[in-house]
């Protein structure tokens, strides 16, 4: 059988049965459209180095995926989604990590703030205050390996279990502190300012972060208008089987994962578990490990999850949710956010089927 692609989509769709079909078109829609262009004979030798022929350019394949309950939308251009994944790392990265040796994160406890409830320590990890937060409990990780590009499967139990204590630790100064976010930004491209390994957690009060809160009421939406009941539980589940349908999903120890039909951008992936924990944990390790082998060297990695506690909003069915995103070669002066991913929808280079093929 030939390889799926994103371009072919509306095809691969077609050949579902109707009840999958239908599932699919309740969170998805997809079109596809093809853009033309005539390009001088001045150019061809260009556009054969950087394309391998004027006909690839010629006629470009287009397809628009939206996510119709949390209007997230992907365009996936063939011209850019049939290239190979990337399977190389980068000197000049290793050089900066090196050259970075001894910044405050090597010494935190002289070199960063402690919260007023102390430091906790883990087995790989230490915590510390945000200098300048953007929260009232605003916390980093700091990783005891400088390199962040060092990822071990016990070290990513501990720096995820050390952040919930953390957030635990927040709760009990101040019990309206319910909802904890965690989120690990991996080297300058994803954001990070500070090149030694860490990563960040805030919680917060009153409500969700806008974007949390934002997708549990699309969730619970989408619950009450096909099953009749606001409960975010038939989105997730729904949201999985359209993944599933298409070869696109996998499952391991109670953790479900997919590649993303509407990535923010390249490579996606999300994790759903009902709990938190090291199931959840040890498949975002791997999910890295893959990242790491096809020489993704920055990303960010987001937990969402339901409030510690209780909370207004139904967020009963609101599974631990992990959005694991490659953001692009760090030395590539180019950002890989602009006015489109910023107002409109992502442009996405990567194929969502050769992301799923290699964690399937």
């Known amino acids: 059988m030939p390889e799926a692609r994103i371009t072919e989509l509306p095809s691969i769709l077609a050949g579902l ?77 290793r050089r900066a990590v ?28 230490v915590t510390a205050s945000n ?39 927040a709760r009990a100064q101040d019990p309206a502190a319910r909802f904890y976010f965690f989120l690990w930004n991996c080297l300058w491209k994803s954001g990070a300012s500070i090149v030694h390994g860490h990563a960040q957690m805030t919680v917060g009060k009153e409500m969700h972060y ?62 759903l578990a009902e709990e938190e924990g090291p199931s959840l944990y040890d498949e975002v390790y791997r999910i890295l490990d893959g990242y790491r082998r096809l020489g993704v060297e920055s990303f960010n ?5 339901p409030p510690l506690g209780k909370a207004e909003g139904d967020w009963e069915g609101f599974p631990a949710m992990v959005r694991i995103v490659d953001r692009g070669d760090p030395n590539n002066k180019t950002a890989d956010f602009g006015g489109m991913e910023l107002y409109a929808a992502s442009v996405i280079s990567s194929d969502p089927f050769r992301v799923a093929k290699m964690y399937r």
Not at 29 to 51: C, D, R, Y
Not at 102 to 111: I, K, L, Q, S, T
Not at 243 to 257: F, I, K, P
Request: proline letters at 4%; aromatic letters at 10%.
């Open 17 to 93: 049965s109707q009840a999958e079909q239908a599932i699919f078109a309740r969170i998805f829609h997809v079109a596809a459209t093809t853009g033309e262009l005539a390009a001088p004979e001045e150019m061809h030798p260009w556009i054969v180095k950087f394309f391998g022929s004027v006909e690839a350019v010629a006629r470009q394949r287009i397809v628009k995926v939206t996510n119709l309950v949390t209007m997230e939308g992907a365009l996936f251009n063939e011209l850019r989604a049939n290239r190979p994944l990337e399977t190389e790392g980068r000197e000049e990265v």
């Open 98 to 125: 090196m050259e970075s040796m001894g910044d405050p994160f090597c010494r935190p406890e002289a070199g960063t703030p402690a919260d007023l409830f102390g430091r906790l320590r883990g087995a790989a990890c």
């Open 301 to 305: 990695v987001a937990l969402i999850r």
């Open 210 to 271: 806008a974007r949390i809160e934002g997708l549990r009421r699309a969730a619970c939406g989408y619950g009450e208008r096909v099953y009749g009941e606001a409960s975010p539980h038939y989105y997730f589940e729904d949201l999985y089987r359209a993944h599933d349908m298409l070869d696109l999903a996998w499952e391991r120890e109670g953790v479900r994962g997919f590649a993303y039909l509407a990535p923010i951008k390249e490579k996606e992936v999300i994790l």
């Open 131 to 169: 200098v300048a937060k953007y929260d009232g409990f605003h916390g980093l990780v700091i990783f005891a390996a400088h390199d962040p590009l060092r990822i071990e499967r016990e070290a990513v139990r501990d720096y995820f279990t050390t952040a919930r204590r953390w957030a635990e630790a």
